[in-house]
């Protein structure tokens, strides 16, 4: 159920019974030699469709730039500052919740996300604690990176060992192969740098993973893969989001 495909009657009638928003957030940055720029918003906008269908619950529009300054120096990677996204996940939050919405549920596609969402979250929390009358309705958030999960860690080392990687991974390149088959690319490449140590800025980065890799092997990457996690990560979420909007 996506919210910019509902009528505002519509979305009047859902908030009858339910206050739960999926909210997509991902990244539009570089994905190594064969992975798309857009990998981290469209996979967690498409299992957040999915799991919108399964839960019947409302899907707002996804949050696709995110917190990806260290990716800079890769042609058409983009990022918000992290105090931008800190606002911009204020007032979409704020915007729902001003109709009722009172659960958020993020599901993220990106792992430097994650530092500036929960920022985000304590910001939030603080402006109603702060100014709250406390007879608002109470604003709850929480956040999911969809590659993690107690089923999901065992999947993707069974069907890619230890050569997922840490960014441009064989899963997420997989999922992406799944999703938009017409889009895979050619991969052919070496293995990857080896990892020496975490990075600062985006020339830092650049330096130390030149062909925009971490540790991965993405060539490896099929759609019947990406099939396996993206249903996995499907089910899981669903199972998570129909719990939350009961608490
Ligand atoms: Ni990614």
């Known amino acids: 159920m996506r919210l910019q495909l509902q009528t505002w009657g519509e979305v009047e009638r859902y908030l009858e019974t339910f206050t739960t928003a999926i909210m997509p957030i991902g990244s539009t940055e570089q994905h190594g030699p064969n992975g798309l720029i857009g990998t981290d918003a469209v996979t967690s906008e498409e299992i957040a469709y999915a ?21 800079m120096a890769f042609k058409g990677s983009m990022t918000l500052r992290p105090s931008t996204m800190i606002s911009v996940i204020g007032d979409y939050v ?14 993220n596609g990106h792992g430097g996300n994650s530092a500036t969402i929960e920022a985000a979250f304590q910001e939030i929390y603080t402006a109603h604690t702060m100014h709250g009358s406390g007879n608002e309705p109470s604003v709850r958030c929480t956040l999911r990176n969809w590659w993690t999960g107690s089923e999901m860690r065992p999947l993707i080392k069974k069907l890619f060992g230890d050569k997922d990687g840490m960014h441009a991974t064989i899963s997420e390149v997989s999922v992406t192969q799944h999703l938009f088959p017409e889009q895979i690319k050619d991969g052919t490449m070496g293995p990857p740098e080896p990892f020496k140590s975490r990075w600062t ?35 899981q979420i669903a199972e998570e989001v129909a719990a939350f909007g009961e608490k």
Not at 63 to 69: F, Y
Not at 94 to 99: T, W, Y
Request: hydrophobic fraction near 40%; charge should be negative.
């Open 51 to 71: 799991v919108g269908e399964l839960t019947n619950t409302m899907v707002a529009p996804t949050i696709s730039v995110g917190m990806a300054q260290h990716h």
């Open 94 to 107: 704020d915007s729902l919740a001003h109709h009722g919405f009172e659960r958020f549920y993020f599901i």
């Open 201 to 235: 800025d985006a020339a830092d980065y650049r330096a130390k993973f030149p062909d925009g890799r971490i540790g991965s092997h993405p060539d490896l990457a099929t759609p019947e893969a990406g099939k396996q996690v993206f249903d996995l990560a499907v089910k």
